[in-house]
């Protein structure tokens, strides 16, 4: 349902599967989906479309999973 929220004002072309793509990110928090929301945007300019499409949602979800894979392994020492 967030994911909805934040994609309402996106415009989008076809059926999205918001469910999947929330499978997609398992455990991601309200930002975390506000920034898959902007990633799909991003995909969708880059490909030169006004419009966004589910792939762009799957691919935007990967993305940020990955970096959050990334965000965790961080390690942070004492100098």
Known sequence: DILKIHAKPINTKGDVDYEAVCKLGDGFNG??????????????????RDHVLEEDFMKAARKIAENKKLESKLDYSAV
């Open 31 to 48: 930002a975390d989906l506000r920034n898959v929301c902007t990633e799909a945007g991003l995909f969708a300019i880059r490909n030169g």
